[in-house]
């Protein structure tokens, strides 16, 4: 099975080839316009994503995040969530990135298997970086009012954090 994974990417860039080939292709030329393309839609999207970059560590060395994990904490034990999922609550929507550290660290204080690393999993899965959805999709299109679409994400991952919630508190 090993085996197989490691040459699926090399078989499919050589079955893109011999496509290209079949079709008498000039394979080269259109991977350097693709190249070009790529640059002008990277010189397009970076200030958003130094933006959003730059929001997220003010708002991870800011500890706005403890703040909100302590204000909301005593809720949690009264329907029996633990508090160190508040952290993974709160950055899904934000960054993927720092979830995923999060998600990490859940792992190896609790193990994957535990209660908490189910709902962190769950979590995870069911939930979107909407601020980077926001951020990157709609700025390097040119949207300036995002009118809904903040609120409806934030609502979605709420959703989503409660119906994790439900489903690993029903089958764990």
């Known amino acids: 099975m090993n085996k197989i994974s490691n040459l699926i990417i090399p078989i499919m860039v050589l079955s893109v080839v011999i496509y290209g080939i079949y079709k008498k292709i000039n394979i080269y030329d259109v991977f350097i316009e693709g190249a070009k393309e790529s640059f002008e839609m990277i010189f397009t999207i970076f200030p958003y994503l130094l933006g959003m970059m730059l929001a997220i560590n003010l708002f991870l060395h ?32 934000i960054s993927g990135s720092s979830s995923l550290a999060i998600l990490n660290n859940i792992y190896t204080d609790f193990g994957p298997d535990s209660f908490i690393g189910r709902l962190a999993s769950t979590i995870q ?42 489903i690993v508190k029903l089958t764990f």
Not at 134 to 148: A, D, H, M, N, V
């Open 125 to 166: 899965g069911s939930t979107d970086t909407t601020f980077y959805v926001l951020t990157l999709y709609f700025g390097s299109i040119g949207i300036k009012k995002i009118r809904y679409g903040l609120i409806a994400g934030l609502f979605a991952d709420l959703i989503g954090i409660i119906a994790s919630i439900i």
């Open 62 to 93: 800011s500890n706005f995040l403890e703040i909100i994990s302590n204000f909301i904490s005593p809720v949690l034990d009264l329907i029996g969530i633990p508090f160190d999922i508040v952290p993974m609550a709160i950055m899904r929507p």
